[in-house]
């Protein structure tokens, strides 16, 4: 069992092992014969990807036509961008040993750890799956919607009608609020008070210090040193909880993630603390800002039409959960929150007519699938009615992935982003005011100016 006296090490293990440069190596890549890219240095293509994805993901496209490469830090590696849905379908239906995700997401590596989700492959990942489904299959969520909607309601309930405020920032302390009491179970104010400032400063970090794992002699500077330094405060904190709730009297009772996974691994297959923790840092941030967003967005939306806003406050009146989902899921499509899903191929491989080598990373981007006129007419309008009674055809909509790594919290996103909307739309009727526009926050897009709303 893990001790406080331990955390220390572990963190400082965590980093040192996960760091870009140390994790296991990938093969050598052969550039020849890359589908077309630009030219500029690595460092710039890097930065062009991670901080002005919205623009450039559209002008490579405009360039080098459906498919293009880029090069990334550390090292030039090179990964290649697929925009058409036959493209994807070859991708997501791609045999899992040879098309491995964990190594294409390393970036995440440092803080997410070695046993997160998203970052292992093969068997690994086939267990790790395994043990994480019963937390989010059909029942679990009905589990969880009620207590979902109770800190939904109380949330709405301290707004002030006629008061302008950023909605991001109010879904980002919803949202919170749900994971750390489904995910992790904390009831204890204290213990509440203590992590929300912890989770925030991991969440709201600049691509920046992404970049600053690949070079590690960043690290000495204030912003690497603080994200390092608050890491190791938020592990000491999980491995606290993790410890207390093995020997709670009442474990067995408990319907939040974590007791769900104890309970599940004194079954049979028992994860380590360091297991657990990797886990639930993974669902924390998978299931956190990504969700805020989405729904920050979706009130930036109707406050901008009185006849969506209407039908808006009209389902959630009358119960029409449905007409919800769908405004969320375009939300979702027209403010794509992840620019992209990816793979690094351990064996030659073909995709789009393209031969590629061992090596490469390749990936569907998700802002120009989200954009296509061909997949969605009219695109950048907001049109709940896209996904009225039917969906859009494969592979067009892929804010969660696709395939055997689709997102495993997909149902518990919708379920959630539906019983906000309605205790919002319930409550109040919501105006924007402004404009707003994506910009970058660690890897994730989120509403520049806060998607900010006054409601009435």
Known sequence: MTTLDDVSRLTSERFRRMSPGNQDKLPPVDGTGLPPGPRWPVLIQTVGL????????????????????????????????????????????????????????????????????????????????????????????????????????????????????????????????????????????????????????????????????????????????????????????????????????????????????????????????????????????AGHETTASALAWALYEAGRDPELLARCRTAATGGDDEYLEAVFKESMRLHPIIPMVVRTLMEPATIGGWDLPRGATVGPSIILAHQRDENHPDPWTFKPERFLGQNPPPNTWIPFGGGVRRCIGAGFAQMEGVAVLREVFASYAVETVGDDEPKVRNITSVPRRGARIRVR
């Not at 395994?130 to 309930?157: D, I, S, W």
């Not at 009608?161 to 950023?166: I, N």
């Not at 599940?264 to 639930?280: F, I, N």
């Open 50 to 285: 991670l901080r002005f994805r919205h623009r450039f993901h559209p002008y490579l496209r405009r360039k080098y036509g459906d498919v293009f490469s880029v090069r990334l830090a550390p090292g030039g590696r090179p990964l290649v961008f697929f925009t058409r849905p036959e493209h994807a379908k070859e991708i997501f239906a791609g045999d899992p040993e040879i098309f491995h995700a964990g190594k294409a997401n390393g970036i995440l590596g440092p803080i997410m750890g070695e046993h997160s989700l998203l970052l292992q492959d093969s068997g690994e990942h086939r267990r790790a799956r395994k043990l994480l489904m019963p937390a989010f299959n059909g029942h679990a969520l009905r589990e969880y919607q009620a207590l979902v909607t109770e800190v939904a309601r109380a949330e709405v309930a301290t707004w002030t009608p006629g008061e302008d405020f950023r909605s991001l920032d109010r879904m980002n302390r919803l949202t919170l609020e749900v994971i750390l009491r489904v995910v992790f179970g904390v009831t204890d104010e204290q213990r509440l008070a203590e992590l929300r400032p912890r989770v925030n400063k991991t969440v709201n970090i600049s691509p920046a210090v992404l970049l600053g794992w690949g070079y590690p002699w960043l690290q000495r500077f204030s912003i690497w040193k603080d994200t390092i330094e608050n890491q190791l405060e938020l592990d000491r904190l999980m491995y606290a909880e993790i410890r207390e709730r093995r020997t709670a009297p009442d474990l067995a009772d408990g319907t939040d993630v974590l007791s769900r996974l104890i309970v599940q691994g004194e079954d049979g297959d028992a994860l380590s603390d360091t297991e657990l923790r990797d886990q639930l840092v993974t669902l924390l941030l």
